[in-house]
Each structure stands twice: as structure tokens, then as C-alpha cells.
């Protein structure tokens, strides 16, 4: 995909042209036509030409997943307040965005590079750690050019990333090889060696799973996509690595060693390694008794600090890469679930929130450490101090439009007519603001890459059910959007048992919160009032504006609620509720019904 702001990913109307920099000091001052700025060249192009240009709208409109203008303040200072400011990096699977966010939230700018992920056989997926950092670099000298704020004023780096990756450093501090990703199932052919023995229970040994969930509150995903079994996985097919392999970093973990130099894992980033005793939410440590059966030397792993922690100043390389002053501190951070929640405002006791992107998850701050093993839920170590966050993943959500955008709709075969992918989630969201609730009868499970809750079975897969010849594409447009709420409102009921309280409220966040449709359909499919904050993007980077405001003291864990602004919120529409109750109900029987069947398929 094509930089949002850079000249080539415009369209060749509106790109502007190579400036003759000889004719330009040959024409007086006066006479010279003022070169736009990027995001003012897009602000005006926008305006006049977004119902004809394609090629503009499409660009903003793929890395949003939706067509609202860009949240991207312009170049200037004038409608900044004098509040410190935290240069904010979310590093996701598909790239880096690196924002100026001030200590209370607001967004004042932000760049994006993409990252390229390389898919191997057997089910690998990998990075080249060194894109991580350039993209850093590169985006970080991005928007500090655009002068929003004096650079004295930036008080911390501040990472939120991927997580469960595995990165293999030796004692410099350099990648041994490239990044394993949170999505590479290799390493469940070396989980027998930490799993094995009699009782089992399911898969596991029963007297390591009760020990795994006592101290840690989890254990070992059986997909082998955690780095107890990416660290396996290199252990036995890359001896030569494991041998030089110092440390074994989590993709934050890196990130924060590249800025600082120090070996260390968060509280969160070290989780699932599986080898942590969490009963104390402000006292994470390691488990003599996990490591011990673990398969790694303790030694190869990393201190474990707060993820508020102050890890001191920015490497002076940084610092001269960049033209940041070398007394910026940086905040350890956190990975991307949870510093969305942090940024999401709902960080009250059992305050709910949903994030909607590729993939999604219901979670909510609890006072408690609790497993629910039936619905592979659980509360881990998070952001907040003293709190634990309770999160039920959904393999893939805002990943199945993707799908029917790009495999279904515009697959590039010789099917395709248009040149350009038009600005398809805009029109999806007027297709599917037009059919009736529950589509026409079309039916659609969104388990495209198998499910993690609430149940966890990598075997299950999406499909359309209830197709006639009376049905049309739009219903199955909202089909699949449905699809998703029915698979959320599943979660919420184990949810609510793990709360033991009814939650009235969810704010939700993300790409696929900017959608006003999807986010009326949620509070109708769910009966409960789905609040929008407003820049649902950004939820990641203001988390972590706030994970380093509160570790540097500018503000307090109870401030944060306040300076989420919410947009709108959607209240469940009678009339539609009996159609989803029904539906619903038809929803989890399709999975019960044909889980052995997708079993015997894909097993």
C-alpha cells in the first residue's frame, strides 16, 4: 500500500508536480506560489474532489478501513495547548504510525510506514526487526518536521506494539534472525516436550496446566503461536541461533532496547512466555518452577519491570537519528491489548471495552486474578497498577471485510474490470445501512482463521449459510457484519459470567469503530449501548501517551476516563431485537452443529 501522505500515493491528477528549484530562485518573491504542505494539499483535495477521485480517497480510505477524514492536525502551532507532549509509536502487524500526542490525549499528528511480513510454509510468519526500527526512525523524523510542538516540550517515547512475537538477540543487542509473529504456528510440534506426560487433560499434563494457571493465570496456546513455542521452535531448528541468542525479547521489548539499550520485558510483554508468577499485579516475577520446565535457560530471558516504568533516556543514536534532545525519557509501554485499553478511557473497574480491527476483543479492568479454562478466558497483568485485564480474543473480525473486499469483490483476476479498488468500505457501509436486520436470512460465521473464544478451535472456518436465490451481495455485506456482533455478543456471555456483573455500556475502538453502521448493528445484535469515542483509530497511541503520562506523574490512573471524548453512542433499536434474538440463537447452533464436520476437514 502507498504512504497515506506521500506524493506517490496520490492520484496522477492531483500529485503535485517535480518543483524546478533554478526557476524558482529566478522568480521574485512576491511572484512565487506557496508549495502546500502534505496533509494541506490532502485537506483541500478532499474537500473539492472526494465524490470524484478515487485515487486520493482510496489511499486514506485502506489504511482506515473507512472513509472519515484523517484525525491529522496540520503543520503549526496554534491550537496546541502548553501540556507536555509523548511521541506515541504503534508498532502493528501491517506497520509503524508514530504520533505527537499530548499527556492528556489529544492526537496532534502522526506519520505511517508499512512493515513487510514474509508468510512461510508450515504456517510461519516473520519480520525483519531492522524494518521495525527504520520505520520508526523514518516516521518519528516525519512528524517532528511538521513543527507541531516545540521539541523541548516531548517528554517521553512511549512504544505499543504487536504482541507474542519472538525476536532472538545476542549480547550487542542485534537480531539473530528475523522476527517470529504472534500468527507463526510452527513451534506446536516442540510443545510436547514442556506438555507431555500423564494425566492429560485435554492436550495438557494435568499437574503442569493447574500449575501454569495458578501462577500465571494461562498456559500455552496448543496452536503453538506464543513465544513459549516460538523460543521451542528456534531451540530446535536453529541451534546455531539459540546457542548466540542472549536474550529472547518480546517485538516491544526491542523496541524499548533499541531506544535505550536495556534488556527488559513489561509486564504484560512477558506473559506468554508462560514462566511468570502473577498473583501480585504490582510484583510480576519469574517462576523457579515454570523455568525449570520451560525448555529455556533462565538466562536467556529478559528483567521484567512495570509497564509505567521509566527506563531512563533515549539512546544518543536515537536521539541524533531523529533531532529529539537526548534528555527524552522513555516509558516501557505496553503491547497493542493493552494499551488499547488504557486508550480506549474505560479503565474503571469493569469498565468494558470492544476494538474492532482485524482482528478484535471484549476486555474489561478487574481487581482480580481469575481463569475461566471452558471459555479460554482469562485476567493477566496489564498497564494499570494494582489492576489485571480480562480480555476475550476474536480471531478475526474487521478481517472478514477485508476478505470480501479484496478475495471476493476485487480479487484481481480476470473478473476485475476496474483499474482501482474504489473507496469499498464507504459504499459497504451505505449497502449495509439499506438492508433489513438479519439480512434477508443470510447467515455468516466470521471464524476465517479459526476462533480463539469462546471457544478455542483452530479448525472451525467462516462460512455463508441460509443463501437464496432471492438474496443479493448487500445481504451478504451486512451478513458478515452481523456475523461479527453475533460471534461478540457469544463472548459476552462468558463475559458476564467472569464479571459476575451485567455490562450495561462498551466503549468501542479501532478501525472498525469509525463505522457508524457497525457500530449500530453491535448495540442491536448485543442489547447494550455501544459507545464511539471519537478518533477510534488512535486508541492504541493515546494508551500509550497515557502509560507514559502516568509513569512520568503527569497524570493519575483516575484522570484517564475524562480526557476520552465520546462521539456518539448507540442505544439498541426495539424493533430489531427479536430478529437478532432469534438469529443468535441459530448462530451458535451452526457452530455446534458443524464443528466436527470442519474438524474432520481441517483437523
Known sequence: ???????????????????????????????????????????????????SCNGCVRVYEEFTGHGDRPQRKPR????????????????????????????????????????????????????NPSDWWDTLVSTTRRILADNLVPRERIAAVCCTTQGEGTVAVDADGRALM?????????????????????????????????RWIRLTGGAPSQTGKDPAAHMLLIKHDHPEVYRATHKFLNVLDYMNLRLTGKFVGTFDSIITSWVTDNRNPDAIHYSDALLRGC??????????????????????????????????????????????????????????????????WLAAHVPFKKTDIAASLASLPCAIPGRYLLTALQATAGGNLTFLRDKILYHKDELLQEAQTPDVYKIMDRIADRVPAGSNGVMYTPWIFGERAPVEDRTVRAGLFNLSLENSREDIIRAVMEGVAFNTRW???????????????????????????????????????????????????RGAAFIAALGLGHIRASDIPGCVECKKTYTPTPEHRAVYDRLYSEFVAIYNKTKGIYRRLNG
Not at 510452527?186 to 507431555?196: F, N, S, T, Y
Not at 527506563?311 to 537526548?326: D, M, N, Y
Request: net charge positive; glycine share 10%.
Open 491 to 541: 463472548l459476552l456471555v462468558p463475559f458476564e459470567r467472569f464479571t459476575k456483573r451485567r455490562t450495561d455500556s462498551i466503549t468501542i475502538v479501532g478501525g472498525g469503530a469509525v463505522s457508524d453502521v457497525w457500530c449500530g448493528i453491535f448495540a442491536d445484535v448485543m442489547d447494550r449501548s455501544i459507545l464511539q469515542t471519537k478518533d477510534p483509530i488512535q486508541a492504541n497511541a
Open 295 to 360: 525448555g529455556i535457560e533462565r538466562e536467556k530471558f529478559p528483567d521484567i519491570v512495570p509497564c509505567t516504568q521509566d527506563l531512563g533516556p533515549i539512546t544518543k543514536e536515537f536521539a541524533e537519528a531523529v533531532g529529539l534532545p537526548p534528555t527524552v525519557k522513555v516509558v516501557a509501554g505496553a503491547i497493542d491489548n493493552t494499551a488499547a485499553a488504557v486508550g480506549s478511557g474505560a479503565v474503571d473497574d469493569y469498565a468494558a471495552h470492544l476494538y474492532i480491527g482485524t482482528s478484535s
Open 76 to 127: 503549526g502551532r496554534s491550537q496546541v495547548s502548553n501540556e507536555p507532549c509523548i511521541l506515541a509509536v504503534d508498532l502493528g502487524t501491517s506497520g509503524c504510525k508514530t504520533a505527537l500526542v499530548t499527556t492528556r490525549g489529544q492526537v496532534l499528528g502522526w506519520e505511517f510506514d508499512p512493515v513487510t511480513t514474509v508468510h512461510l510454509p508450515g504456517g510461519g510468519a516473520e519480520q
Open 1 to 51: 500500500m502507498p504512504l497515506l501522505y506521500s506524493p506517490e500515493s496520490r492520484c496522477a491528477e492531483h500529485r503535485p508536480q517535480p518543483r524546478k528549484d533554478s526557476a524558482l530562485r529566478r522568480t521574485p518573491r512576491k511572484d512565487r506560489v506557496r508549495v502546500l504542505p502534505r496533509f494541506e494539499h490532502w485537506s483541500a483535495h478532499y474537500r473539492t474532489a472526494r465524490r
Open 178 to 210: 528475523n522476527a517470529i509473529l504472534w500468527m507463526d504456528s510452527r513451534g506446536a510440534k516442540c510443545l510436547p516436550e514442556i506438555m507431555g506426560g500423564m494425566p492429560k487433560v485435554s492436550g495438557y499434563n494435568a499437574l503442569k496446566l493447574l
